[in-house]
Nanobody
Framework: QVQLVESGGGLVQAGGSLRLSCVAS????????MGWFRQAPGKEREFVAG????????SYADSVKGRFTISRENAKNTVYLQMNSLKPEDTGVYYC????????????????WGQGTQVTVSS
């Protein structure tokens, strides 16, 4: 129902920065809750950052607070993840996520995921 395409991943040295983009198509996502998850080798997928539709409230995993910033530009149907001061432990596949609720906790009619983009941070 909604297609997400991530871009901006790559190889970067520790301390560097990357900006991930997630472009949605098929529907407008301005009223959807959006977020980013990541999965490191041998580990479960974990929450990284989220952003609501109502009041644009953001949330972050403790491991990325102060370094990562999630934002959205509704006119472009796009969500971003600015990643600064990257560490080797940030390495993994980053996935964009969305659900058609204005705030977390509401029952979503559907949710959707992007295909993922690889982020590798070297020491």
């Amino acid at each position: 129902q909604v297609q997400l395409v991530e871009s901006g991943g790559g190889l970067v040295q520790a301390g560097g920065s990357l900006r991930l983009s997630c472009v949605a198509s098929g529907r407008t996502i301005s009223s959807h809750t959006m977020g980013w998850f990541r999965q490191a080798p041998g580990k479960e997928r974990e929450f990284v950052a989220g952003i609501t539709s109502s009041y644009t409230i953001t949330s972050y995993a403790d491991s990325v607070k102060g370094r990562f910033t999630i934002s959205r530009e509704n006119a472009k149907n796009t969500v971003y993840l600015q990643m600064n001061s990257l560490k080797p432990e940030d390495t993994g596949v980053y996935y964009c996520y969305g659900e058609n609720v204005v705030v977390p906790g509401m029952i979503a009619e559907y949710d959707y995921w992007g295909q993922g983009t690889q982020v590798t941070v070297s020491s």
